[in-house]
């Protein structure tokens, strides 16, 4: 029997390192044509030829910074002339800066909206078309930050909460054409995490691994397992509006 994966055409952002990067491995192996978006060309090169030579599937670099002017019809267009097409999009590029409310800045702030949110409502809106053509779906990277008080973490809270609520909406106003979800990992070893953190990291890990009820912070690969599970037509073709929580039970 074949499996649905073969010649399922996918957009992930940040495709470059972290939970983007495992996305890209494992939708290649299981047969997908992959356009991994990001802003570092040698990260993307690295991790598309190593999915690419140990997958069934195809990826496909392409640098650009999702947050430029005119990022969102510059990708649709790569997608469309590299895949033919998309089925799915993945948004996982995201921006991180932990600090109290005292300590953050507005430049801050808005670089976390307009990654965290404004990118991704500009790629949807962009691919729509493909996307509706091909009754595909939209796996938004969200964060259990969006549904939990965040203290010291309230303006990159607040990003993740907006991107929850455009989830669920669209999921509500693109049916039945186009399927929308949202994975909520809570903290996951990647180096976004110390890059956010800074010089409190490492007190802040053990604060945050105290309160994680499986004890340990989560792996890259089993966030984008559960990325890949919602956008597997077979598994998840009754799925929409879900906001998905892979934490280790944080938000229990």
Not at 68 to 95: K, M, Q, S, T
Not at 181 to 188: D, H, R
Request: negative net charge; contains cysteine; proline residues 4%.
């Amino acid at each position: 029997m074949s499996s649905p994966w073969g010649g399922l055409r996918l957009v992930v952002t940040g495709g470059g390192s972290g939970i983007g990067a495992a996305v890209v491995a494992r939708a290649a192996g299981l047969g997908a044509d992959v356009l991994a978006v990001g802003r570092r060309a040698d990260r993307l090169e690295e991790v598309t030829a190593k999915a690419q030579a140990d997958g069934a599937g195809r990826a496909v670099p392409f640098v650009a910074d999702v947050t430029a002017p005119g990022a969102a019809a510059r990708i649709a267009e790569r997608a469309r002339d590299v895949l033919g097409g998309v089925d799915a999009l993945v948004n996982n590029a995201g921006y991180a800066v932990f600090d109290r409310l005292e300590d953050a800045t507005e430049a801050d702030l808005r670089g976390m909206v307009d990654t965290n949110l404004v990118a991704p409502a500009l790629l949807i809106r962009a691919l729509l078309p493909e996307l509706r053509a091909h009754r595909g779906c939209v796996v938004n990277v969200s964060s259990v930050g969006g549904v939990l008080a965040m203290p010291a973490r309230s303006y990159y809270g607040a990003s993740k909460a907006a991107l929850n609520s455009l989830t669920r909406s669209l999921a509500v106003e693109l049916a039945p054409e186009v399927r929308v979800n949202a994975v909520l990992p809570g903290p996951v070893d990647t180096g976004l995490w110390d890059l956010a953190a800074g010089d409190g990291a490492d007190a802040l890990r053990e604060g945050i691994v105290a309160g994680t009820p499986l004890g340990r912070f989560g792996l890259a690969s089993e966030v984008a397992a559960w990325v890949c599970h919602l956008v597997d037509p077979e598994t998840s073709s009754w799925v929409t509006g879900s906001l998905v929580s892979v934490d280790g039970g944080r938000a229990a």
